[in-house]
């Protein structure tokens, strides 16, 4: 093996000198002839160009169907986040529009949902102190219902008034909705004699209202906004 080898290995190396001989040789007679006619010396691109041959044009257009594909599914990719743009964009849009809304609570009745919100007046009243929230007049309830997500909001008009609530001063504010028993009752938050905001109750046999209010407020109760659980 070792004999072998030292014999290739001599070898390799004259071809290695050959090669350098050789090499050295013609660049001296470059030098000396001086710069030669490169028309005879042109050489079919076709023939040397790796990029015409059947492979190379097979590889362009697999890589061409790549590209297109490729923007294919960008397109794609675009029409389906336009369209969940434009669901998203419906989705925010206001369910009512009719009266100023605000601190909803939801409802499933007898698969129906019953929105029971705020309702905000269309006016000012001047005489009204923000210190205190007083801009928020809030005079009566409206009930919304929607039978489902595809149709419109119903406003089944006014449930209950600021008038109709005998221990009630001002501003009906967020109120929450239960059922028992064959009743339906609207509790609420609202301003006694004294400005000292209480919860009051409400009932009724419809989920919509009208709502007929207790007498007086829940005794012990101070805070706004109540939630019933």
Not at 35 to 46: G, L, R, Y
Not at 187 to 211: C, H, L
């Amino acid at each position: 093996m070792y004999i072998r080898a030292k014999k290739y290995y001599k070898i390799i190396s004259l071809l290695i000198m050959v090669l350098l001989i050789t090499g050295c040789s013609q660049s001296k007679d470059e030098t000396t002839q001086g710069p030669t006619d490169n028309t005879s010396a042109e050489v079919n691109q076709s023939d040397t160009n790796p990029d015409s041959s059947p492979d190379a044009e097979s590889d362009v257009n697999s890589d061409t169907d790549g590209v297109a594909q490729a923007g294919s599914d960008e397109t794609d990719s675009d029409e389906a986040e336009e369209l969940i743009d434009a669901q998203v964009l419906s989705y925010n849009e206001p369910i009512v529009t009719n009266i100023f809304t605000a601190d909803p609570s939801a409802h499933v009745f007898n698969g129906t949902l019953y929105i029971y919100p705020s309702h905000d007046p269309d006016y000012i009243d001047p005489n009204t102190s923000s210190q205190d929230g007083g801009q928020y007049l809030m005079e009566d309830y409206h009930v919304l219902t929607i039978t489902d997500f595809d149709s419109e909001c119903v406003d089944n008009g006014e449930a209950l008034n600021l008038r109709d609530v005998p221990w009630a001063k001002q501003q009906l504010w967020a109120p929450d909705a239960a059922y028992k028993n064959g009743m339906y009752y609207l509790y609420f938050p609202a301003k006694d004699q004294e400005d000292i905001f209480r919860m009051g109750v409400a009932t009724s046999s419809e989920p919509t209202g009208p709502f007929v209010a207790e007498p007086d407020y829940i005794e012990g109760s101070y805070s706004i906004d109540p939630a019933v659980f």
